[in-house]
């Protein structure tokens, strides 16, 4: 088995080719890739926390938190910093390492609140986990403030493919997308971008997907996979559910593109069994969401997450790792 290298000018062929892979093969290819790049015992432990719930303007038709679907969500303006902080002690408590914060939000608006959100940024920073939110689009500047302020990574998702993106949202352009993950990269700050999969797109979409992911000018370092979580309310409530295997072939092949990155088993964890859990393990998966919600939607609790990390031999990534690492080689 040849190593695997860092590349960013994969073809839209290769992709394909990689992506069909005999499914055992392809697992057997991503494991090593895994085992080439990570420590493939450990696992990057994240909790998400809803900061700011419901009435967003944006018509994502997969989104339990758009306004104009009813959904039953609860709508609840931004949190207090100490209710925020008092979630991340426990997640601390109870060994996640990094800290993600998502607000219902179109984009970033330079307001109390925003500066709200940067005050539990450092707050969340003091406590020493790794510091994520998911705001929307933004700018540079703000981008810029969120980073001074301790921020650690950006997610800002670009869901499916270019080409089927306006089947799933229009209030957005998929470069609205592109801008802000570029925003984010001059800011100093790292980038969580990854896709969904049953939105009813075909193969050759998340295909293209993996392809401008796996071709950016730097490869994000954590892709989450996420499969569709059916809402009752959303446009996307009666999509069937996601085979497993595509979740496996997904992360496989994410693994083998972007071999350096934290791979994320995101939504539709709940769903799994232990058992394919540790096949997703296998085939790259190394970091995951923990605790009992997704920003509105059910998640595996921190005690059965602990019992199949003690089951499968798991332990969890350390915080800030990476920088760690490179301050050593120094």
Not at 24 to 51: G, K, M, N, P
Not at 94 to 112: I, L, P, Q
Not at 221 to 249: C, Q, Y
Request: glycine share 6%; net charge negative.
């Amino acid at each position: 088995m040849q190593d695997v290298q860092i590349r960013h000018d994969w073809t839209i062929e290769e992709i394909k080719a990689i992506y069909n892979t005999p499914l055992l093969e392809l697992i057997f290819r991503a494991a090593s890739a895994h085992r080439q790049y990570q420590d493939t015992a450990e696992v990057q432990v994240c909790t998400l926390l809803s900061i700011k719930t419901g009435g967003c303007s944006e018509d994502c038709a997969y989104c339990p938190q758009a306004a104009r679907y009813n959904t039953d969500i609860k709508v609840h303006g931004l949190l207090q910093k100490d209710t925020v902080l008092e979630y991340a002690r426990k997640a601390r408590e109870a060994g996640s390492t990094r800290f993600c914060m998502g607000a219902a939000w179109r984009e970033v608006r330079d307001n109390r609140d925003f500066d709200r959100v940067l005050d539990m940024v450092k707050g969340v920073n003091e406590l020493g986990m790794e510091v994520c939110c998911t705001l929307g689009m933004l700018t540079e500047e703000q981008a810029k403030k969120l980073a001074d302020a301790g921020l650690y990574a950006y997610n800002h998702n670009l869901d499916t493919s270019d080409e089927y993106y306006s089947e799933i949202i229009t209030t957005r352009t998929y470069d609205d997308r592109l801008q802000t993950l570029d925003n984010v990269r001059k800011a100093g700050v790292s980038v969580c971008c990854g896709g969904i999969i049953g939105l009813g797109e075909t193969h050759e979409d998340r295909i293209k997907m993996l392809h401008t992911l796996s071709n950016l000018p730097q490869h994000p370092e954590s892709v989450p996979i996420n499969a569709l979580t059916r809402v009752k309310g959303t446009p996307l409530e009666h999509m069937p559910k996601v085979e497993f295997w595509d979740m496996v072939r997904m992360i496989a092949t994410t693994r083998i593109l972007i071999p350096s990155a934290m791979v994320r088993l995101s939504a539709g964890r709940a769903e799994m069994s232990v058992s394919e859990q540790a096949l997703c393990f296998m085939a790259g998966a190394n970091s995951i969401f923990t605790g009992e919600k997704l920003l509105t939607t059910k998640n595996p609790s921190f005690e059965e997450d602990h019992m199949m990390f003690e089951l499968l031999g798991l332990k969890a990534r350390e915080a800030f790792k990476e920088e760690k690492e490179t301050a050593a080689a120094c």
